[in-house]
């Protein structure tokens, strides 16, 4: 079983819709979760960051935690074609090493 | 901020020859930095974990006298790929843990170096 899994996409949504991203871990412990925006041929860009559970806001943005699931997702709203990227979900595992475990990441494509 | 610089951005060389890249943390010291390798349309590969002062952290599968990483200074790591390949092209990004003050494991990547063994 993988670290940190994520739906591959590609995911497309007309422009003005609501994305919604999903992110399953597995190490329970796990208590810092991040995403990452990557355009093609770029470097990962950090966009959100989420340490408790709920929801946590940020523009266009919105980062969702259940640690009882071990599910964290990201909600962009008014979607823009811009936001067509890779996306990555990042998970910092329990052990106290500072590593990140990434998922493969969801291809999302905003349809003009 | 947390920026980090890499250099180059791209490089070409031949077959048998050896290439450093540079990763630096431009407004913050870094006592670790991390190497991934991407290939397209792949996902990130982390393969070594760099801290300030002592030996690098490989990654299993990863040779450690093939990619040599050097970390002499808390804003600067170091990546030399010995005796390149073609197989070993592509695309190399680093990341440092952000300043103190923000929130934990955060990391922030460089723009990545693009390399083509030919």
């Known amino acids: 079983q993988k670290e940190v899994e994520q739906n591959s996409g590609p995911l497309s949504v007309p422009e003005g819709a609501i994305a919604s991203l999903n992110c399953t871990y597995s190490?329970?412990?796990?208590?810092?979760f991040f995403w990452y925006r990557q355009y093609s041929g770029k470097s990962p860009e950090l966009i959100m960051s989420i340490y408790s559970n709920g929801d946590k806001e940020d523009g266009r943005f919105t980062a969702q935690l259940n640690k009882a699931s071990q599910y964290v997702s990201l909600l962009i709203r008014d979607s823009q074609p811009s936001d067509s990227a890779t996306y990555l979900c990042a998970v910092n595992p329990r052990t106290g090493a500072n590593n990140l475990f990434f998922g493969t990441g969801t291809r999302l494509t905003v349809i003009p | 901020g947390a920026v980090v610089s890499q250099h180059p951005s791209w490089v070409i060389c031949k077959s048998g020859t050896s290439v450093k890249i540079e990763c630096r943390s431009l407004d913050f010291q870094a006592t670790t930095m991390f190497w991934y390798r991407q290939f397209p349309k792949q996902s990130l590969m982390l393969m070594a974990t760099?801290?300030?002062?002592?030996?690098?952290?490989?990654e299993q599968g990863v040779e450690k006298d093939k990619f040599l990483i050097n970390h002499a200074s808390l804003t600067l790591s170091t990546l030399t790929v010995t005796s390149a390949h073609p197989e070993d092209s592509s695309f190399y990004i680093c990341?440092?843990?952000?300043?103190?003050?923000?929130?934990?494991?955060?990391?922030?990547f460089g723009p990545g170096t693009r390399l083509t063994v030919t």
């Open positions: 760099s801290n300030e002062g002592s030996k690098a952290t490989y």
């Open positions: 990341s440092a843990i952000g300043p103190p003050g923000l929130s934990s494991y955060e990391q922030y």
């Open positions: 190490d329970r412990g796990s208590q810092s």
